[in-house]
């Protein structure tokens, strides 16, 4: 399926027209080292701040990115660029395992566990350099690394707030491998802390976030 407006083939460069592009801004760049803050410290807002950039890679095969799609590393837009790849070519790094409707409320995009790079996908119009950083959101990818480690894994230290994470004292996510005496296991994330489970040693409230599903960490012993 096309989106009204794309097309599934790479409009060629130097063409009088606006030419409509798919421009992949990376909001959340776990796998590769780059992140955004998403409001607190318990969301993977901890890690370094990622600089927006764009690139001109099409979506999916149809000209939208589907869920099974592949992408990686735009080398024509670096370094934080991204574009559209069949999965068996050597430029893939990921995959797309869900798509979301674009939000400027980053805490409302909520990936699924297994999830280690989040990529804004928006549509700009026009061609050079002032494409990069600019567009209208249309979509999220939620991408899971096709090889390497995997930092968005539940207990791995990356990737969104999922239950299985680990936290500490302040709910800054931490690897569950190197837990101490005062970290907490998540056990639920939920609205209100009548909410959290039976186990639930820790309730924590969290500053209110605009977008976010959720208000307290519940957390338990590791």
Same mark, same amino acid.
């Given at each position: 399926?096309?989106? !009204? /407006?794309?097309?599934?083939?790479?409009?060629?460069?130097?063409a009088g027209c606006l030419q409509s592009l798919l421009v992949?801004?990376?909001?959340?760049?776990?796998?590769?080292?780059?992140?955004?803050?998403?409001?607190?410290?318990?969301?993977?807002?901890?890690?370094?701040?990622?600089?927006?950039?764009?690139?001109?890679?099409?979506?999916?095969?149809?000209?939208?990115?589907?869920?099974?799609?592949?992408? &990686?590393?735009? !080398?024509? +837009?670096?370094?934080?660029?991204?574009?559209?790849?069949?999965?068996?070519?050597?430029?893939?790094?990921?995959?797309?395992?869900?798509?979301?409707?674009?939000?400027?409320?980053? +805490?409302?995009?909520?990936?699924?566990?297994?999830?280690?790079?989040?990529?804004?996908?928006?549509?700009?119009?026009?061609?050079?350099?002032?494409?990069?950083?600019?567009?209208i959101p249309t979509n999220t990818v939620c991408g899971r690394?096709?090889? &390497?480690?995997? !930092? &968005?894994?539940?207990?791995?230290?990356? /990737?969104?707030?999922?239950?299985?994470?680990?936290?500490?004292?302040?709910?800054?996510?931490?690897?569950?491998?190197?837990?101490?005496?005062?970290?907490?296991?998540?056990? &639920?994330?939920?609205?209100?802390?009548?909410?959290?489970?039976?186990?639930?040693?820790?309730?924590?409230?969290?500053?209110?976030?605009?977008?976010?599903?959720?208000?307290?960490?519940?957390?338990?012993?590791?």
């Amino acid at each position: 399926m096309s989106r !009204p /407006g794309s097309t599934p083939t790479r409009p060629r460069r130097g063409a009088g027209c606006l030419q409509s592009l798919l421009v992949l801004a990376v909001i959340l760049g776990l796998g590769y080292g780059a992140s955004k803050i998403f409001g607190d410290e318990s969301s993977k807002s901890t890690s370094k701040s990622s600089s927006s950039s764009s690139s001109d890679g099409k979506g999916g095969k149809g000209g939208s990115w589907e869920i099974g799609d592949c992408g &990686g590393p735009d !080398p024509e +837009n670096k370094p934080d660029g991204y574009r559209a790849f069949d999965c068996d070519e050597s430029g893939a790094t990921f995959k797309a395992l869900k798509i979301e409707d674009a939000s400027f409320l980053p +805490n409302a995009i909520q990936c699924p566990a297994g999830t280690d790079l989040i990529i804004q996908v928006s549509r700009v119009f026009g061609s050079g350099d002032g494409k990069k950083g600019g567009g209208i959101p249309t979509n999220t990818v939620c991408g899971r690394n096709l090889t &390497g480690d995997h !930092p &968005g894994d539940a207990g791995a230290g990356g /990737g969104q707030l999922v239950e299985g994470d680990c936290i500490s004292a302040t709910a800054k996510e931490i690897a569950c491998a190197s837990v101490g005496a005062n970290d907490f296991k998540v056990l &639920g994330l939920v609205k209100e802390k009548t909410e959290c489970p039976a186990a639930t040693t820790e309730p924590m409230q969290l500053m209110m976030a605009m977008g976010r599903p959720y208000d307290v960490i519940c957390g338990g012993k590791v």
